[in-house]
């Protein structure tokens, strides 16, 4: 396995593809938050009004927004610079897959994670998980995942909160996920009741039951 | 000495104590072994339900549910190629391949002996150098705790992985975000947005539930999962000549691990990291190292084990978290109303040397458990994802609610889940993010304590000749690796190894799943 020795540290890692335009995107979001949180947290009062300086409310949230700001702002630099450099160097180094945002030198430590998988598995032109699904099924997946999970804790006040987290389960395993249906529902019922008898019955905790008041 | 010996084996040793260890143990194996946990999300998750235990009962098993994890981490990493801890990433090197080469249960074997060893080893050194270090730390005021805190946050270059710049925001980040609620000293509302909820502050572990559990769950379904490997009972058996090989490895690995795991923030992370690269150097069998060597194993996985005893000195004496698992700990001693710190040690010390005993009673358990089940706990891997993560799901968000019996920590452990999922995909740091979420209110006290007496002049904090010496140990700390990173680069082109070489001493060690 070729890539599995850690490269020579302390050397930062360079991205192989240049960075993600997602990543640039969010240490941008993390740049505005930064300052948006220093200027609001001036407000609270960098010193104690009428002492001889002492650190008031507002020392720390300037400080870490500040902070925020520079240290995001240093990563935004660091990514354009490494697109231009990239686009100067042409794309020649662009053929190994790696996980999106995880940069090369990070990615190789793990074995078997990256580029070694790729060509053992005769390098597919997308990479696919052990189920066959392609990096564009798995994104669907992700939003479908998230999607009925926020469903279910918004239905958390309407049918409570075991019903509600009882139906996602059998709906990510059985619909989402293709498992067979009996072994889903068994599993279903085993966790929702588990849950139950640890959570309600032995720590007594108020779990909502919702308006329908059942479980 | 002796006499605190004895009180702590009275206390770990009732019934409720060992029963609750050998849940946490078993707990924490099983935790490690699901994909993407680790440690510190199982400590997380499994938090609320020892709310209701007393202090002593419920640390047990939290520190249980933490070096299980470890053990669980690894057999992963051996099975399938996936480190369930940043601390066993470096095992997957070696242990992968010998478990390619058929010798799964070798490296399983090795990992839990070598394990066991390190944590007798420093288990020992803790008890001898804890109370100790406590007592030193008793005559700590207001200017050598701000320089603690200062150390503490240094410690974050050791867990920026890739970039530091990436690590120093993250720090900041989490240092935003522990100024939520009101302010210490003046009282005052900060980014509450007239929310009612906001006003005590980001809830801790639900923000950890979120980051760690939820975070990876998406993480994982966005990336796919690998093809295990089938562990045979017959690969279990190790050979007397790997056996053999692995002694200097073990104890090299337990005295390095220890040595960086006493440090606060440098986590079992970094120690794995440089006993693999120490070994790597030092082997006769530096050829091996790669393709399935037992000592690319049996050092880091002796290492990680030693240092994460280690991490409990500066928890435990000082009140710095080791590394990101300790931090949750840290959260669950001040849940159960407890202070770390050199006071612990005086007034609690049924509860310290309880506890310390605990983790010589728990790694046995975790030995007689792991040498003869640990194919058996390699079933677990074939359970299917798709059941597995949506009792992750539930089981994040029932513990979430039950911290404090509002929705609102569910909504909380979503915000934090997206955002650790962002984070995993773009690879910003979540170790940095939980130190400065964890040490930030207390670096505040530290500051507004330290300015007022100071009268406003925080120049006071060099008059201490301790806080000094902590400060200069901070600065070491945060540029020491950079400066030894470019020593070695000089004198490494010339006298060097050719090739990829081990990752070098010193070095940030890579944090690939984000958690130190």
């Known amino acids: ?215 | 000495m002796i006499d605190n010996l004895l009180l702590g084996f009275e206390a770990a040793l009732s019934w409720q104590n060992l029963g609750w260890c050998f849940v946490g143990v078993l707990l924490g194996t099983v935790i490690g072994l699901m994909p993407g946990l680790g440690s510190t999300t199982g400590v997380a998750i499994l938090l609320p339900l020892t709310l209701a235990m007393d202090p002593l009962t419920a640390l047990i098993m939290l520190a249980g549910i933490y070096y299980g994890a470890q053990y669980g981490g690894t057999i992963t990493s051996v099975l399938i190629s996936t480190p369930g801890e940043a601390a066993s990433v470096v095992t997957t090197i070696d242990g992968y391949q010998m478990a390619r080469n058929g010798r799964a249960g070798a490296a399983l074997a090795i990992a839990a002996i070598g394990s066991f060893v390190a944590a007798i080893l420093s288990l020992a050194l803790l008890i001898a150098l804890a109370p100790p270090f406590a007592r030193w730390a008793l005559n700590f005021g207001p200017p050598e705790n701000l320089a603690l805190m200062v150390l503490g946050l240094a410690t974050i270059v050791s867990f920026s992985g890739g970039s530091l710049a990436r690590g120093l925001a993250m720090a900041c980040l989490g240092l935003l975000l522990g100024t939520v609620g009101v302010a210490i000293g003046t009282g005052e509302a900060r980014y509450t947005f007239g929310s009612v909820d906001l006003l005590s502050g980001i809830p801790f572990v639900e923000v950890m539930i979120g980051l760690f559990a939820l975070g990876e769950v998406l993480h994982q379904v966005r990336q796919g999962a690998e093809a295990p490997i089938r562990a045979r009972f017959r690969d279990l058996v190790i050979k007397g000549s790997e056996l053999r090989r692995s002694v200097a490895p073990v104890l090299r690995g337990s005295g390095l691990g220890f040595l960086l795991g006493v440090l606060p923030g440098s986590g079992s992370t970094l120690a794995s990291f440089i006993a693999y690269g120490v070994e790597k150097r030092v082997s006769p069998r530096k050829a091996e190292f790669g393709k399935g060597a037992i000592e690319g194993v049996a050092a880091p996985e002796s290492a990680n084990n030693a240092a994460a005893n280690a991490n409990f000195i500066p928890t435990l004496a000082l009140g710095i978290p080791g590394g990101a698992t300790t931090a949750v700990l840290l959260g669950a001693f001040t849940i159960y109303g407890l202070q770390p710190g050199p006071l612990l040690f005086e007034e609690q010390p049924r509860l310290v040397w309880g506890l310390l005993v605990s983790f010589f009673i728990g790694n046995l358990m975790l030995l007689v458990l792991n040498l003869p089940l640990a194919p058996a706990f390699a079933q677990m891997l074939r359970i299917p994802y798709g059941y597995l993560y949506p009792i992750i799901l539930i089981t994040s968000c029932v513990g979430a609610f039950s911290i404090s019996n509002n929705v609102f920590s569910i909504w909380i452990v979503l915000a934090a889940g997206a955002a650790g999922f962002v984070m995993k995909q773009y690879d910003l740091p979540m170790a940095p993010l939980v130190l400065g979420l964890v040490l930030g209110p207390l670096f505040e006290k530290a500051l507004v304590q330290t300015s007022a007496i100071g009268n406003g002049d925080l120049t006071v904090v060099f008059a201490s000749p301790i806080a000094v010496t902590v400060l200069v140990l901070a600065g070491l700390l945060a540029f020491g690796p950079q400066l030894w990173g470019l020593v070695r680069r000089r004198s490494g082109r010339s006298g060097g190894q050719g090739g990829p070489g081990g990752p070098s001493a010193g070095a940030p060690a890579p944090t690939p799943a984000g958690v130190a």
């Open chain 1, 1 to 215: 396995m070729s890539t599995a020795s850690p490269a020579p540290a302390p050397a930062p890692a360079q991205p192989a593809e240049g960075p993600s335009r997602g990543g640039t995107a969010i240490h941008a979001v993390l740049v505005v938050v930064g300052v948006v949180a220093a200027v609001v947290g001036a407000g609270y009062g960098i010193t104690v009004p009428g002492s001889g300086g002492e650190v008031g409310a507002g020392a720390l949230p300037v400080l870490a927004g500040a902070g925020l700001a520079l240290f995001a702002a240093v990563e935004v630099a660091k990514d354009v610079i490494a697109v231009r450099r990239h686009r100067a160097v042409g794309t020649a180094a662009s053929g190994a897959p790696t996980r999106p945002g995880l940069p090369l030198a990070a990615a190789d430590l793990v074995p078997g994670t990256t580029t070694d998988v790729a060509a053992a598995s005769e390098a597919p032109s997308e990479e696919r998980d052990i189920f066959g699904r392609t990096a564009a099924q798995r994104k669907k997946l992700l939003l479908v995942v998230s999607g009925l999970l926020l469903l279910a804790v918004l239905a958390i006040p309407l049918v409570g909160f075991l019903i509600s987290f009882g139906l996602l389960l059998l709906v990510l395993s059985w619909k989402v996920e293709g498992r067979p249906l009996l072994p889903s529902l068994v599993t279903t019922v085993v966790v929702v009741v588990v849950t139950r008898l640890v959570f309600v019955n032995f720590l007594g905790v108020p779990l909502p039951s919702g308006l329908l008041g059942v479980l």
